[in-house]
């Protein structure tokens, strides 16, 4: 649902993965909060300019650098001030979403915050990514990782009072388990909850498991094994849009966009290097793959 006027545009909507969660994208040059409150854990970062926010008896800057969180039933208010602009992303997540939520991080429950605005930029930006995933709605993957890696953090960096249930085991063995599972079926829609509750880990701690294991998170290695098998099809000739389904990518737009931003290169150009008449003997170029990789 989008609102738009001459001078203010929003566009709100439920995500379809998790149940009472829903998203709002803003960019506002004149409006104005008046005191208010929501029934929903309030996350918003800004994207753009910023604004003047009013919460527990303080007035704050809003700026591209921290992250401002509002409990439950929690008053605020917010007005442009000297600010010409504001684009900002926010979540909203009610109490079926934060018990939905809380499992995935490994908690029993999910505690209060006792500060509003958060200095953090690193973890603004990280929540500012998982807003335009699941915006873009195309690769469900990353965006459940992207989810429960940001709230994993913001809940363990500030916010006090919950517990971790377990410690994530540092497990060789379970690691490549997981692993085997995923090369045998990166064609396939995997699930970041699928492969956590198979492994026996929340999704949090599965994150922290393939980051300590092998230093990347559970999609970039989902994304190295469909490259990988992307690259054996074009070599064989397949059609690029053939090739990006059958590798797992949403459609030939996005094996492009990973092929870009992995190798620089894009598939047409891979594909017509590996031509026979245009293959010469030359030392191997690394970064590109060449067979099923395991640990």
């Not at 998790?18 to 029934?39: C, I, V």
């Not at 604004?51 to 800057?61: D, F, P, Y």
């Not at 008053?75 to 939905?100: I, P, V």
């Not at 965006?143 to 500030?158: D, K, P, T, Y």
Request: aromatic share 10%; proline share 5%; charged share 25%.
């Amino acid at each position: 649902m989008a609102r738009r006027d001459r001078r203010n545009s929003s566009r709100y909507w439920w995500d379809g993965e998790l149940p009472g969660l829903s998203l709002l994208e803003a960019d506002f040059t004149t409006h104005e909060y008046p005191p208010h409150m929501h029934e929903a854990l309030v996350v918003a970062a800004t994207e753009a300019g910023g604004s003047k926010i009013k919460s527990r008896g303080s007035v704050e800057q809003a700026t591209s650098s921290d992250l401002f969180v509002f409990n439950p039933m929690e008053t605020h208010a917010g007005w442009m001030g000297w600010n010409e602009r504001w684009r900002y992303r926010a979540f909203y997540l009610t109490k079926s979403a934060l018990d939905g939520l809380a499992p995935m991080l490994g908690r029993e429950s999910l505690p209060f915050f006792t500060r509003n605005r958060l200095d953090d930029e690193p973890l603004a930006e990280a929540f500012l990514a998982l807003h335009r995933a699941v915006a873009d709605g195309r690769d469900r993957f990353e965006a459940r990782e992207l989810m429960v890696s940001a709230f994993g953090q913001l809940f363990a960096r500030h916010a006090g009072g919950a517990r971790s249930l377990v410690e994530v085991p540092r497990d060789r063995t379970l690691l490549a388990a997981i692993c085997r599972r995923m090369q045998d079926d990166y064609a396939t829609e995997l699930r970041l909850e699928e492969l956590s509750h198979a492994a026996g880990l929340s999704q949090f701690q599965l994150i922290g498991l393939f980051k300590r294991g092998l230093g990347v998170t559970p999609h970039a290695y989902l994304t190295h094994l469909r490259l990988c098998a992307a690259c054996r099809e074009l070599r064989r000739g397949e059609p690029i849009a053939h090739v990006a389904l059958r590798s797992g990518f949403y459609d030939q737009s996005a094996l492009s966009n990973a092929f870009r931003r992995w190798y620089g290169i894009t598939p047409r150009q891979f594909a017509s290097a590996a031509r026979p008449d245009r293959v010469r003997v030359a030392p191997r170029r690394p970064g590109l793959c060449t067979a099923r990789q395991s640990l």
